[in-house]
C-alpha cells in the first residue's frame, strides 16, 4: 500500500479562488509529521507548511492551510486566493519514526498534483 | 542566507560511465538527504547523512551507487557505470538536524542527469 495518495492528478482553479489539495496517509505511527512542497517548473522543491501529528490546531503560512484529520489520516492543503504563481506541482510527503523510535527525518513522496491557475 | 546548491545542473552521460553529483548544503546543518526524481514522480529517498556519516542508506538501489561527506558539510554522490535507467533528477536537501519531526528540509534545484 501507498504511504502517501495524492488522488487529483491535476487541478484547475480560477486566480483569487480557494482551492483543496488532498492527500491521505497509511501509518501506523503515532508520531509522524506532515509537509506539502510545491516544485514550480524550475524544478526546485520550495517547502510550504508542516503539520505535526499530536499539534491539536491545523498549520497555516500565509495563504496556505492544512486541513488535517487524524482519524481519516488526511491532510489536505488548501490556498486561498490562488495566484498565477501559484501553478506548480505539488507535493505531500511524510517523516516517520524509525523502528527504534527516533527519526532519521527522511521524506516519503506522494505523486503529487499538477496545479493550473487560470486568469 | 544562501540555501542548498547542487553542481552540476545537467549531466550528461554514456552508458557505463562513472558520474559524480555535488551537493553544498545550507551552512551549520547536519542532516543532509539525497533524493532521486523520475519523470511525474515524487521525490524517492536515497540516503542520509547525520555528520559524516551514513546513518540510512537504505534507498539505494544497488552496489553502483554510493555517497560520501568526508567533512560533514559537501557530500558526493557517486554513480558507476552509468545505465539508462539511472536518468532522473537528483535532488539534495539538508536540515538542522534538531530532534523533533518538524525540522523542515530544505532542498537544492536538483541535478538533471541523462545517460545515453
Known amino acids: 500500500a501507498q504511504k502517501i495518495t495524492q488522488t487529483q492528478p491535476g487541478m484547475f482553479v480560477q486566480e483569487k479562488e480557494a482551492v483543496t489539495l488532498d492527500c491521505t496517509y497509511d501509518?501506523?505511527?503515532?508520531?509522524?509529521?506532515l509537509f506539502w512542497y510545491k516544485q514550480p517548473s524550475s524544478g526546485e522543491m520550495i517547502f510550504l507548511i508542516y503539520?505535526?501529528?499530536?499539534?491539536?490546531q491545523n498549520a497555516t503560512e500565509g495563504r496556505y492551510s492544512l486541513n488535517f484529520q487524524k482519524a481519516r489520516k488526511s491532510a489536505n492543503l488548501v490556498i486561498s486566493a490562488s495566484q498565477l504563481g501559484d501553478s506548480a506541482m505539488y507535493f505531500c510527503?511524510?517523516?516517520?519514526?524509525?523502528?527504534?523510535?527516533?527519526?532519521?527525518?527522511?521524506?516519503?513522496f506522494g505523486q503529487g498534483t499538477i496545479l493550473t491557475v487560470h486568469p | 542566507g544562501a540555501g542548498v546548491s547542487q553542481t552540476p545542473s545537467n549531466k550528461v552521460t554514456e552508458k557505463g560511465k562513472y558520474v559524480e553529483l555535488r551537493c553544498d548544503p545550507i551552512?551549520?546543518?547536519?542532516?543532509l538527504y539525497w533524493y532521486r526524481q523520475s519523470l511525474g514522480q515524487g521525490p524517492e529517498f536515497l540516503i542520509y547523512?547525520?555528520?559524516?556519516?551514513?546513518?540510512?542508506d537504505s534507498g539505494l538501489p544497488n552496489d553502483r551507487f554510493f555517497a560520501v561527506r568526508p567533512e560533514g558539510s559537501v557530500s558526493t554522490l557517486k554513480i558507476q557505470r552509468t545505465e539508462r535507467g539511472d536518468s532522473a533528477v537528483y535532488l539534495c536537501?539538508?536540515?538542522?538536524?534538531?530532534?523533533?519531526?518538524?525540522?523542515?528540509?530544505?532542498f537544492g534545484p536538483g541535478t538533471r542527469l541523462t545517460v545515453l
Open positions: 547523512f547525520q555528520g559524516t556519516g551514513a546513518a540510512d
Open positions: 510527503a511524510m517523516r516517520e519514526a524509525n523502528a527504534g523510535g527516533t527519526s532519521y527525518g527522511k521524506l516519503t
Open positions: 503539520q505535526g501529528s499530536y499539534d491539536e
Open positions: 551552512s551549520g546543518h547536519t542532516a
Open positions: 501509518t501506523s505511527d503515532q508520531s509522524y509529521g
Open positions: 536537501a539538508s536540515r538542522l538536524g534538531l530532534a523533533g519531526f518538524g525540522d523542515t528540509q530544505y
